[in-house]
C-alpha cells in the first residue's frame, strides 16, 4: 500500500495512474495521518516474470532463506536513482549544512545513516558474521526498538537460533555506540571512512539507535503460476524492504539504470 497525505483535499483519481502494469485494488480514506511506525509489519505478494532458472534449485533457496533469514539491508530505493541522496548527503555533509526544506533533509539524513549501516552488514556478511551474535554485539528482538549487550551467556541464547533475537548494526547520530570488543572496531574502522558524514548526522540531532542485521521472512510460501512465472507471498517487518528478499533468491533483470554504489 502507499499512503497520501492530502489534508482537506478531494481523493485523487487514481485510476488516472493505472496501466497494463498497476492496478489500484482499493482506495479507503482515514481521518488521521499514519504515523511512523504505527504499523508493525508488512504483507507482500510478488510475481517474478520471465524466470530462467531450475525450480527444484529455487525451491531450495527458498527454503534456506526460510529457515535463516537474509541480510537486513536497506533496498536501493532509499538511495535514490544511481545513488543520488547518498551523494547529495556527502555533499551537504563536506559543507556541515542542512537542507532548509523539511522532506529533503529527512530524506538526505535518511540515506546516509543507511548508507553507513550498509556498509556494516556488508563487511559482517563478508566476515559470515551478520547471522550470528559475538560478544560486544548489541542484540535485539525482530520488532524491538531497544537493545541490550551479548556476553558469553547472551551469544548462546536459543531465540537467535528461531530467529527473534539478531545482532545489531549502528544507525549513526550524536554519541559513541556502545558496541565494544570487536564489534565496535569494525564500526568505528567503517564510522573513520566517512568522519563528515557521521559528523554531519550528530550536527542534525539524529541520535544513535540500532538496527537488525538479519531479517527473519515470515509465512513465505511460493508456487509457479506458469513455469516462467514465480509467485511469492511473506511478511516483514516494517521499515525492511521485500527487494533485498528477492535479490537472495534471483538475479534481477532491471529495465532501467542499475548503476549505484549502494548496491552491496
Known sequence: W???????????????????SLRVLKQVRHQR?????????????????????DHQAVDARLEQLKQYGVPNYFGT??????GGNVHDALDWAARNALPEQR???????????????????????????????????????????????????ECSDPRLAILDLHPTGPLWGAGDSPATGST???????????????QWLALAGMDHERRILRLPIGGLTWHYPEPDILQLEFVLPAGCFATVVVREIVDLVSAGQTDSSCVF
Open 33 to 53: 495521518k499514519l504515523q511512523r511506525g504505527a504499523h508493525s509489519a508488512n504483507g507482500f505478494t510478488l510475481r517474478l516474470t520471465a524466470l530462467a532458472a
Open 103 to 153: 522532506n529533503v533533509r529527512s530524506r538526505l539524513l535518511s540515506a546516509g545513516r543507511s548508507y553507513l549501516f550498509n556498509q556494516v552488514l556488508a563487511a559482517r556478511v563478508a566476515d559470515g558474521s551478520w547471522a550470528r551474535a559475538q560478544v560486544g554485539d548489541l542484540l535485539a528482538f525482530t520488532t524491538s526498538r531497544s537493545f541490550f549487550p551479548a556476553g558469553e551467556s
Open 77 to 82: 530505493q532509499r538511495f535514490g536513482h544511481g
Open 2 to 20: 502507499f499512503s497520501l497525505h492530502l489534508p482537506g483535499k478531494a481523493d485523487p483519481d487514481l485510476s488516472r495512474a493505472e496501466d497494463a
Open 184 to 198: 565496535a572496531q569494525q564500526e568505528d574502522a567503517i564510522a573513520a571512512r566517512q568522519p563528515a558524514l557521521c
